[in-house]
C-alpha cells in the first residue's frame, strides 16, 4: 500500500468567526481551544495535525484574525503579518498548500474582504484553491439556504472559492442542534477532501516540491 500523504490545510477569517470550533469539528474532538479569551495566544498560527477515520492526514493551520487591528498594538499586527507571510511561504516550499478554509461567521459577512485579499489575492496570490466555510447557521432550517440566499454578495465582492461547507458548530448539550452538528462534520470533511484531493491536479502551490 502506498503511503499516506499528508495534506496542508490553511484555516483564516476573523476572531471569533470560528476557526477553533471549525478545526474541533473537523478533528472529531476538542483539540483546539475556543475561549474568546485567548486572543494573545492566537496571534501566532497554530498546527493540529487531524487524522480521519478513512486515514486521511492533513496539517492544519490556524491562522491569527487579523480583522481586529484595532484590539492589537500596531507591532502585534506587523508581527501577525510577518508570522503569516513566513509560514505560507514555508508551506510553498516544503510541500505545498492544498487548501485555504475562508472561516466566514453567518451575520459579519460585509467585514470579510480585507482577510480574502490578504489571505487569497497577497499572501498565496490567487494561487491556492479556496473553500469557505460559513458557520453559526444552527437556526437555518436548512444550512444550505443561507448560501444560496446570500452567494450574489461573494459574487459582487469578487470573492471566488472553489466550493462552501455552509454549517454550525453548536453541539449543545440537549443535543438541540445534535443533527445539524452530525450533518455539519460530514458537509466539511466533504469539503476538504475533495479539493484537497483536487489541489494535487492544480497548477496552483499544492505538491511543490
Same mark, same amino acid.
Not at 128 to 148: F, G, K
Given at each position: ?48 495535525? *487531524? ?107 469578487? *470573492? ?10 453548536? &453541539? ?24 484537497? &484531493? ?12
Amino acid at each position: 500500500m502506498a503511503p499516506v500523504s499528508t495534506q496542508n490545510v490553511v484555516i483564516f477569517g476573523e476572531v471569533g468567526a470560528g476557526k477553533s470550533s471549525v478545526i474541533n469539528l473537523m478533528a472529531g474532538q476538542e483539540i483546539a481551544p475556543t475561549s474568546s479569551n485567548l486572543l494573545r495566544c492566537t496571534l501566532h498560527w497554530v498546527e493540529y495535525q *487531524i487524522t480521519l477515520k478513512n486515514g486521511s492526514q492533513y496539517n492544519v493551520f490556524d491562522m491569527v484574525g487579523l480583522q481586529e487591528a484595532p484590539c492589537l498594538q500596531v507591532g502585534e499586527y506587523l508581527s501577525a503579518i510577518t508570522n503569516a507571510y513566513s509560514l505560507i511561504n514555508t508551506l510553498k516550499e516544503c510541500g505545498g498548500i492544498n487548501l485555504l478554509l475562508f472561516c466566514i461567521r453567518a451575520g459579519k459577512v460585509a467585514a470579510c474582504q480585507e482577510n480574502y485579499r490578504l489571505f487569497f489575492k497577497f499572501l498565496c496570490e490567487k494561487k491556492v484553491l479556496l473553500a469557505l466555510v460559513i458557520t453559526n447557521l444552527e437556526r437555518e432550517r436548512r444550512m444550505e439556504d443561507w448560501y444560496m440566499r446570500n452567494r450574489s454578495y461573494f459574487d459582487k465582492c469578487d *470573492i471566488r472559492s472553489v466550493g462552501h461547507a455552509c454549517i454550525t458548530t453548536a &453541539n449543545l448539550l440537549d443535543r438541540s442542534h445534535g443533527d445539524k452538528y452530525e450533518e455539519s462534520c460530514r458537509i466539511l470533511r466533504k469539503v476538504v477532501e475533495v479539493h484537497c &484531493n483536487a489541489s494535487m491536479d492544480s497548477e496552483g502551490w499544492a505538491g511543490v516540491q
